[in-house]
């Protein structure tokens, strides 16, 4: 699932490319993805690009006062263009293209997402905050009015609930999900199930510093890569997400999992639990 870096990387790229452009048409494939009526879709067709930015994990692109805001889901991505092909893609509920956007020199974006559950959310709006995924979000974890008070009476405010949760909730602290939220925790030496509100002062330092130190880095990282190499450099650089059974990088102990009903966290006992396996309820029931 593309997080803030992966975002934030996006809304960069697509800028350099986008700006100045005018949108000559919009294809949907997948009409499910469209979630809006008023404005509608046509009204940016023969509009100006005049910026694209990000709000948590949604895709805003700017076109004269009108919005194209794009939610990726799990399984959504952006890929660039060169040249558009000139027949206009057919709806189906089997192809991956979800959108297509295509600008005044036909290059444009195929908006895309894999599997077979769709998630993708595609909305036109005057304003982005009129989307409500954008006007329930918490604050933004990189801007420089998100100090260690900030955090600290969020996790206050949220008590017995479990950092790895509290950290993935949008409404909460935005642009955070299941990778990022794994790789803060294993930075931080934490427990995922931690309770936020038990965290000391000293702690809640420790969490902040990790906090801004993972997602700083993998945005700088990120930043000036196109659309089709983001992927890979996220995935080359994480410590325990996504990693069950390798090596910790940072004391060798093996990575364990646990897995939930419709995703899975990763982490390392020896940095973050003390050395004890945490219990795994799915595992549990099949070993029984």
């Known amino acids: 699932m593309p997080?803030?870096?992966e975002v934030e990387a996006l809304a960069l790229d697509l800028k350099g490319r986008?700006?100045?452009?005018?949108?000559?048409?919009?294809?949907?494939?997948?009409?499910?993805?469209?979630?809006?009526?008023?404005?509608p879709l046509s009204a940016l067709e023969g509009t100006l690009v005049d910026d694209v930015t990000r709000h948590g994990k949604f895709l805003d692109i700017d076109a004269s006062g009108t919005h194209l805001v794009l939610h990726l889901a799990r399984a959504g991505w952006v890929r660039?263009?060169?040249?558009?092909?000139?027949?206009p893609p057919k709806p189906s509920t089997k192809s991956t293209l979800a959108l297509r956007v295509v600008l005044d020199d036909q290059s444009g974006l195929d908006v895309t997402e894999a599997g077979t559950r769709k998630s993708l959310a595609a909305y036109?709006?005057?304003?982005a905050h009129d989307v409500p995924g954008i006007?329930?979000?918490g604050p933004d974890p990189l801007t420089d009015d998100f100090t260690v008070d900030v955090l600290k009476a969020i996790l206050q405010k949220e008590?017995?609930?479990?950092?790895?949760?509290?950290?993935?909730?949008?409404?909460?602290?935005?642009?955070?999900?299941?990778?990022?939220?794994d790789e803060i925790l294993h930075a931080a030496r934490m427990s995922p199930f931690k309770p936020a509100g038990h965290l000391t002062d000293d702690e809640v330092q420790v969490l902040y510093d990790a906090l801004r130190t993972t997602l700083g880095d993998a945005v700088e990282r990120s930043r000036g890569l196109a659309a089709s190499e983001l992927k890979g450099e996220k995935k080359s650089n994480l410590a325990v997400h996504g990693r069950t059974g390798e090596k910790c990088p940072v004391c060798g102990d093996t990575v364990r999992e646990v897995s939930f009903a419709d995703s899975s966290?990763?982490?390392?006992?020896?940095c973050q639990t003390g050395g004890k396996p945490l219990a795994d309820r799915r595992m549990s029931k099949l070993l029984k």
């Open 3 to 5: 997080e803030l870096p």
């Open 18 to 39: 986008l700006d100045g452009h005018a949108i000559a048409r919009i294809h949907v494939a997948q009409f499910s993805a469209l979630k809006t009526f008023d404005p």
């Open 80 to 87: 660039w263009r060169d040249e558009v092909p000139t027949i």
């Open 124 to 127: 036109v709006v005057r304003d």
């Open 135 to 137: 006007a329930s979000l």
């Open 159 to 181: 008590g017995g609930k479990q950092l790895k949760g509290v950290l993935r909730h949008q409404g909460t602290i935005a642009g955070i999900g299941n990778a990022y939220s």
């Open 265 to 270: 966290l990763q982490y390392c006992p020896t």
